[in-house]
């Protein structure tokens, strides 16, 4: 008998199954720069870190005071990170193990993320993650982006599995108050260790203080089997 029988996944992408947050930062310092911001650091981009890229080019256009639109904005970083997506975007390979096993076991999966629909299928191509993937929401296709539980309720819908009855793996602060928010329980695997320490994690189910470091595949499904009895 399978004991994840009704259980569901929904991982985030970025910093979560992948290690995309270093093209992301590239992609958010070139934009910058063609618009007369200098110095971007990666302290700077670690802000943005969960938050939906539309969201983030938002907050450019009030903090560094540009007089591009959010499209034009949105649309520069979005073609300089898809460049470099496909030129390599590396998976965490016990993550990768976890999709793996969990997927051998007939449980569905979802990736809920803040990229855009086209970054996500690039990433998830170019990983082949894509082949055990398939159902995938983006920010973009939901009212409200992330802390707001929208993307994590519509994956929900689309596996046809309740809410309660699933799981998030997540690395940063704003999807681990949306997973909360969903009525979903949390795998926390922050990708920011100095937020390990956020109110936000302390409502995960599992949180790895240590990060991808701390991850296996075979401890967080571990931990699946154990609670899911009483999810």
Not at 76 to 89: D, E, F, P, S
Not at 115 to 122: D, G, N, Q, T, Y
Not at 140 to 168: I, M, N, W
Request: negative net charge.
């Amino acid at each position: 008998m399978n004991q994840l029988a009704g259980t569901a996944v929904v991982f985030d992408l970025d910093g979560t199954l992948v290690d995309s947050e270093p093209n992301y930062y590239e992609a958010s310092r070139l934009t910058l720069a063609e618009h007369g911001v200098r110095g971007f650091s990666w302290a700077d981009h670690e802000r943005y870190v969960g938050i939906s890229t539309q969201e983030t080019v938002t907050d450019w256009r009030r903090r560094y005071g540009l007089t591009a639109s959010v499209a034009e904005l949105l649309a520069a970083k979005n073609r300089r990170y898809l460049a470099l997506a496909r030129q390599g975007t590396r998976a965490y390979p016990e993550m990768r193990k976890f999709v793996e096993l969990l997927a051998g076991e007939g449980v569905p999966l979802a990736v809920a993320s803040g990229s855009s629909p086209e970054a996500i299928a690039a990433v998830l191509a170019g990983t082949g993650l894509d082949a055990r993937l398939r159902t995938v929401v983006s920010a973009d296709e939901v009212a409200h982006g992330k802390p707001a539980p929208d993307v994590f309720l519509e994956a929900a819908r689309r596996l046809g599995v309740p809410p309660e009855r699933c799981v998030v793996v997540e690395d940063a602060v704003p999807g681990a108050a949306a997973a909360h928010a969903a009525g979903m329980r949390c795998i926390a695997v922050p990708y920011v260790a100095a937020q390990a320490d956020a109110p936000e994690f302390a409502t995960a189910g599992l949180l790895l203080r240590g990060g991808q470091a701390e991850f296996t595949a075979r401890g967080a499904h571990d931990w699946l089997l154990r609670t899911a009895a009483s999810a």
